[in-house]
C-alpha cells in the first residue's frame, strides 16, 4: 500500500506492508533516524513523534493509519543547522545523558512550550511522565523544560 | 535489527471503512476473522504476542464514531473512537461526570491517551478496563451495532466474567450512553496500579430519601458492582456510621481474585482503604 506523509515539512511517499508500524516507516525506510526503538509496547516513549499536532508513541500506531498526516520530529526542529530555543535549552541544562531518550524528550518539550507555555510544574511533569529516561537524569530534563517555558514567556530566543 | 522489528506484527489486511454501513458489512462478513482498530494501543502489543487476524478494520474512519455530545437534561453520548484524550479535554466529562473523568487521567499517559479509545479501553479482554466501573456507577448503557440492527443495554449486562464484552462476532461497540445527573453529583476513581479500581459516585448527599451512593470494583480483568449500597444509604443515620455499614457490606459481598499481581487479601485491603477514603471525600466525612 502506498502511503503518503508530510515529514518534517517534506512530502514522503513510501510503499508499506500493512503491518509495519509507523515506527519502522520513519526509521527503516525514510531514514529519520531521531525516532528510535525502546520497549516497542508503548511503555518507554522513546519513539515519540508529533502526527498531526499531537504526541503519539510511533510503535503503537500502523503506517497505514498515518497515510497523509503530517509529522514532526527531531529532525523537524532546527533551522539551517541552527538548533531550536528548545534544544538549546536541554544544551544549556545538561538535559541528557546517554543521549538514547533525548529526542523523545525534546520533542515532548516541544509539544509543551507549543501548547501549554503557562503549564504549571505538576502539569509539565504529567506529560513528561509518557518517556523514559534509564540514565534517570530527570532533574536535568526537567529543568531543560522549564528553561525553555521561561524563554518562551519572556519572548524568543536568549 | 529491522528484520526483527519489520516482522513482528504478522500479517493482516488493512481495512478502513468510511461509513458505519461499510463498517458493519465488513465486520459482518469476516466476523472473528477481523480486529478492529481504533487506537491500537492494545491491539498491536496483542498481535505482537500472538493473537493473529487475517483483516484489521480501522473504524476511525467512520467520523460519527469519534463524537462526544452533551445535551441538557438528556445527557452524554461517547463515539466508540472517541479518544481518552478527548474525554480529558472535554468540558461536560469533567464539570459533570467527574469519576470517569478522575479514571481516564490515570489510564496509561499523557500520550497514549491521544490514541487509546474509550471503546477500545471497554472492550479489550487483557488490562484493567478502568472505564467500565466509572461507567456502571454513572448507570451508562451502551450501543452494539450490527448488520441485523442495533441494541442498547447496560453496559452491566454486556460484561464478561474474565474481563471484555459479550459481543456476537458481527457486533461492533458503536456508542456509550451517560443519562443527567442529578445537580450537585460527584465521583472520583482511586486506582492503584493494575491491582485494584474503585470508582464512586455519590448525588442528592443531603437528603436521605433521593440519595445515591454507588460504588464499582476493577480488579484487572474482573468487574464487580456491589448492588446493595445505594440502599443503606437510604437510611437517616449519620453518614459517617453509614459508610461503615457499607464498607462492611461490601467486604461481605465481593470476591477480589488472587493473582501474579496481588493477593486476594492485598486486594481486600486495598478495597477497604480505598472505598472508605473516597467516600469520606465525596460526602464530605472528617476521619
Known amino acids: ?158 | 535489527m529491522s528484520l526483527i522489528l519489520r516482522t513482528t506484527l504478522p500479517d493482516f489486511d488493512y481495512l478502513s471503512p468510511s461509513s458505519l454501513d461499510e463498517l458493519l458489512a465488513l465486520k459482518a462478513k469476516y466476523g472473528e476473522r477481523a480486529a478492529v482498530i481504533a487506537g491500537g494501543t492494545v491491539l498491536l502489543n496483542l498481535m505482537r504476542l500472538g493473537f493473529r487476524y487475517d483483516y484489521v478494520i480501522d473504524i476511525k474512519g467512520v467520523r460519527e464514531l469519534s463524537a462526544i455530545e452533551y445535551r441538557e437534561g438528556r445527557g452524554l453520548v461517547i463515539g466508540a473512537a472517541a479518544t481518552l484524550k478527548d474525554l480529558e479535554n472535554n468540558e461536560f466529562v469533567r464539570e459533570k461526570y467527574g469519576v470517569l473523568w478522575d479514571a481516564v487521567r490515570q489510564i496509561g499517559d499523557f500520550h497514549l491517551r491521544n490514541r487509546a479509545t474509550i471503546g477500545g479501553n471497554i472492550c479489550n479482554p487483557t488490562l484493567q478496563a478502568d472505564t467500565i466501573a466509572p461507567l456502571a456507577v454513572l448507570g451508562a448503557s451502551i450501543e452494539v451495532s450490527s448488520m441485523r440492527g442495533s441494541r442498547r443495554v447496560a453496559i452491566w449486562e454486556l460484561v464478561k466474567e474474565g474481563g471484555g464484552l459479550l459481543l456476537d462476532p458481527d457486533e461492533i461497540l458503536t456508542r456509550i450512553y451517560i443519562p443527567e445527573l442529578p445537580k450537585g453529583s460527584r465521583g472520583a476513581y482511586f486506582k492503584v496500579w493494575w491491582i485494584a479500581g474503585i470508582a464512586a459516585l455519590a448525588a442528592n448527599i443531603d437528603n436521605p430519601r433521593e440519595r445515591i451512593v454507588r460504588v464499582a470494583y476493577s480488579f484487572a480483568p474482573s468487574q464487580e458492582l456491589v448492588e446493595g449500597v445505594e440502599k443503606i444509604f437510604r437510611q437517616e443515620k449519620p453518614l459517617k456510621v453509614l459508610i461503615g455499614d457499607a464498607i462492611n457490606y461490601i467486604k461481605t459481598s465481593i470476591t477480589p481474585p488472587s493473582d501474579a499481581r496481588a493477593s486476594r487479601e492485598y486486594r481486600e485491603h486495598l478495597v477497604e482503604f480505598g472505598t472508605a477514603y473516597l467516600l469520606r471525600k465525596l460526602l464530605g466525612v472528617e476521619v
Open chain 1, 1 to 158: 500500500m502506498r502511503i503518503s506523509l508530510t515529514v518534517n515539512g517534506v512530502k514522503r511517499v513510501a510503499d508499506v506492508k500493512p503491518n509495519e508500524r509507523l515506527l519502522d516507516v520513519l526509521r527503516y525506510r525514510l531514514g529519520i533516524k531521531s525516532v528510535r526503538a525502546g520497549c516497542l509496547v508503548g511503555d518507554c516513549g522513546i519513539c515519540t513523534v508529533i502526527v498531526d499536532g499531537k504526541l503519539v508513541k510511533s510503535c503503537l500506531m500502523l503506517a497505514t493509519e498515518a497515510n497523509g498526516s503530517n509529522i514532526v520530529t527531531v529532525e523537524g526542529l532546527s533551522t539551517n543547522m541552527r538548533p531550536s530555543p528548545v534544544q538549546r535549552a536541554f544544551v544549556e541544562s545538561f538535559g541528557y545523558q546517554c543521549g538514547y531518550c533525548t529526542p523523545a524528550f525534546v520533542l515532548t518539550a516541544h509539544w509543551i512550550t507549543e501548547n501549554m507555555v503557562n503549564a504549571s510544574d505538576e502539569e509539565v511533569a504529567r506529560v513528561l511522565n509518557s518517556v523514559v529516561c534509564r540514565c534517570t537524569g530527570y532533574k536535568q530534563i526537567v529543568d531543560s523544560v522549564k528553561l525553555a517555558l521561561k524563554w518562551r514567556r519572556e519572548g524568543g530566543e536568549r
